[in-house]
């Protein structure tokens, strides 16, 4: 089956600094990885997600881009405010639609004010 | 327009025991999956309800088991529990998966 590797476990940046965090999948077939924001206590929020037919994707602050023939993707987060302190976890699918997410371990992101 | 709603938020159970959670989708949403997110972890597939059946499985034993209802709401029923099952249940609803899952605030279940 899929899995997906995450890393760092752990990242501190300062407050205005970019964050990027990256994930390896291991079935070539996959074609969905979205990105979910989870904060203590509360359920994991869907920020942004990428198709295999598309290499970037952008909306404002946050950025994600995929690279098929490395199996790898990356969340970018510039700007960064404290706000954006939380747990972050991407995760990988076979079929858009299918719905057996696979997720990472997680990235637990600090900014330092 | 209410999200994904479950029930309870927290419950304590003793091993052995038998516990039910419940999950009520998102407006529009008609298929419900269930993650099992462990301290630290990511969440992990248990099962999928389209259509009042179980239509995909993760790696969990038959002590797990669903049911989806014509309204679409859902049940995840554990049996003999064991302190392994501690954990956050997380469900999760979509349209016939031509959209991105929207989870719940989870149940926490510990087993003591």
């Known amino acids: 089956g899929e899995n997906v590797e995450q890393h760092p476990s752990t990242l501190s940046v300062q407050e205005g600094d970019s964050a990027v965090i990256k994930c390896t999948y291991s079935?070539?077939?996959?074609?969905?990885f979205p990105w979910y924001k989870q904060e203590l206590g509360k359920r994991p929020q869907l920020i942004i997600d990428?198709?295999?037919?598309?290499g970037e994707k952008k909306d404002q602050r946050i950025a994600v881009t995929l690279n098929k023939t490395a199996k790898h993707f990356s969340l970018h987060i510039t700007e960064t405010q404290p706000e954006d302190s939380a747990v972050y976890f991407c995760?990988?699918?076979?079929?858009?639609?299918?719905?057996?997410?696979?997720f990472g371990t997680g990235t637990r992101l600090t900014i330092i004010p | 327009d209410a999200g994904v709603t479950q029930s309870p938020t927290h419950l304590i159970k003793t091993r052995g025991q038998q516990v039910t959670l419940r999950c009520s989708p998102k407006?529009?949403?008609?298929?419900v999956s269930w993650y099992q997110q462990a301290l630290g972890q990511g969440p992990q597939f248990i099962f999928q309800?389209?259509?009042?059946?179980?239509?995909q499985r993760g790696n969990f034993p038959d002590r797990f088991s669903g049911h989806q209802f014509p309204n679409y709401s859902s049940e995840l029923n554990v049996n003999a529990l064991l302190l392994g099952d501690s954990a956050l249940y997380l469900c999760?609803?979509?349209?016939?998966?031509?959209?991105?899952?929207?989870f719940g605030n989870g149940t926490r279940l510990t087993v003591t």
């Open positions: 999760a609803s979509s349209f016939r998966g031509g959209s991105p899952l929207h």
């Open positions: 079935d070539s077939a996959s074609n969905y």
């Open positions: 995760a990988a699918t076979v079929n858009f639609g299918n719905e057996k997410l696979t």
């Open positions: 990428i198709r295999s037919n598309v």
């Open positions: 309800y389209y259509e009042e059946e179980e239509r």
């Open positions: 407006s529009g949403h008609d298929t």
